[in-house]
């Protein structure tokens, strides 16, 4: 059988035909990442089943965001860039939802898939774990959490929520580089497009995305502007609007300048953890049925510990609110010091202040954390005056150097760039180098086949 490839995927598209790149080496990289042979196999056959040939070509033909769910499984990349997809395969192996349409068309679709892998995920653990965890059946008039299970005493209510959803990285993105791409640098300076509260705080909002995306033109041309006024003025270090959208930070440095663009930048760790606390509220208004927990999934979106001293001042504010909310768990990883060294890791509060997370909780908070490969580790909350554990939550974001002006001769000229301070090296077309210049021949007159 041939290994999968991109002739398979403008093709039939069908998986089943040919050896999976994930199953033909890289075993080094995969042990690392806690996937030998057996698990990877066993996942082929859980992603055989949820993207069957007619729904990978429907991906392929829906749009470009669709396009990065199964694009991976058929065309070889880094063993790191297919792990999450590996863990989905492993999954719907534990759970096996082949009844639980909405689940699967959800996590056949961008806009569904992320959190519909974090509810496979917590519905898997569960199962690995010996806990069978029964859909809620949705109801047409209020939102419903997503699983019962059974508890100690009582059946427990589950629902889970995402905060990041991927739509805000690409959509920084893709604003980012329309800015780079209207913007000139300016020598000696970096200049950094700064993104206001307000755009970002609309970025939030999946639904302000195409509009946002319309208006891509006009954000660039705002800040382009802002820099052209900079190069004509005469640029200096310091702050500058660019309306209605944002500004411009210039700050020197050497060389021939750099532009980072930053159209939506973290908001203060405040909001971060507000919007969070949000989310809590949203998942504990769903829990009229009965008790339940809210599990939270955080990945590096905000601070955990600040997340519960937000929820304490909602708390006073609205007491009731949080009433039937057990237990809050939010999810992140710790990254360690190795490529693919990542922990799974929680953070578990009671809903309410005068409660604790009893030993059950704990239990099903490290359980449902976890994933395939690894317990999930416990963040005890840091006594007073202890180093507290901080968790990345910046976006990552791309500087663009300056590192020369060049002009091409004309057609078939070349040139060389180099990254250790040398000049340009210009070359001649290649038909030209050694030729003397009376015996070149002439462009406009036809040579004689003699």
Known sequence: MRTTGIASWDGDADLSKEVPWFLTGHDAEFEELGFPRERRERAFRGLLKLYPPEVCREIRDGGKYDLGIVLLLFMPYFPSMVD?????????????????????????????????????????????????????????????????????????????????????????????????????????????????????????????????LGEQDAIATAFSSCVDRLRQSGCVPGTFDAPPYGCVVATQEPGLGSVTADPLPDLPDEKRAARVVRLIKEAAAQLTAGQGIAVIGLYHAADPFLVEDVLRREEKREPRIFGRCRSVVLCDRLDGPGEYDSTPVFFAFPGRAYRSVTKEHLRLAEIVAGDERRRARHLPRPEEGQPRIRLDTKRRRMTAFKLAHVELKGPGHGVSVFFDGRPPEYHEPPSAVGVPESSAPSSKEPQSPD
């Open 84 to 212: 999450d997809l590996l863990e989905v395969g492993c999954d719907v192996e534990a759970v096996q939802p082949w009844h639980d349409h909405n689940l699967l068309h959800r996590l056949r679709r961008w806009d569904g898939y992320p959190e519909a892998a974090l509810e496979l995920k917590v519905q898997a653990n569960l199962a690995r774990a010996g806990i069978k965890a029964e859909r809620v059946p949705e109801s047409p008039r209020r939102k419903t959490p997503e699983f019962r299970i059974a508890g100690e005493r009582d059946d427990l209510l589950v629902e889970v929520k995402l905060v990041n959803n991927p739509h805000l990285h690409e959509l920084a993105k893709e604003l980012g580089s329309a800015i780079q791409c209207r913007t000139g640098s300016i020598a000696g300076f970096n200049l950094r497009l700064l993104g206001n509260e307000s755009l970002s705080e609309r970025a939030l909002d999946y639904a302000q995305h195409a509009a946002l």
